[in-house]
């Protein structure tokens, strides 16, 4: 059985909701399931994957390679953004 993980506390998400922070998602044009934080907290766009990590102390938002080229997350990352730098573009 995979690991699934428990919906972020609003602290977790900078003080968002976990609802706000999906519409936040959809309304910035990315793709994602129906169970975005079980399954990792990841979600695409423009062929690549974005992991949005809220369970470290820093909120940061991992933009993956092409998502073709794409083997694994600890392989495929081509840089890693602060949420608050990622808020603002």
């Given amino acids: 059985m995979k690991?699934?993980?428990k919906k972020p506390r609003r602290n977790?998400?900078?003080?968002?909701?976990?609802?706000q922070f999906k519409t936040l998602l959809k309304r910035r044009g990315y793709k994602l399931n129906r169970d975005f934080f079980k399954w990792g907290s990841v979600a695409y766009k423009n062929g690549r994957a974005y992991r949005f990590r809220y369970w470290t102390p820093e909120f940061f938002v991992d933009v993956s390679c092409p998502v073709?080229?794409?083997?694994?997350?600890a392989n495929s990352v081509d840089?890693?953004?602060n949420?608050?730098?990622w808020i603002e573009q």
């Avoid at 073709?68 to 997350?73: A, G, I, V």
């Fill in 68 to 73: 073709k080229e794409f083997d694994r997350w």
């Fill in 12 to 19: 977790q998400l900078s003080g968002m909701s976990p609802s």
């Fill in 3 to 5: 690991y699934r993980a």
């Fill in 83 to 85: 949420f608050v730098n």
């Fill in 79 to 81: 840089k890693t953004i």
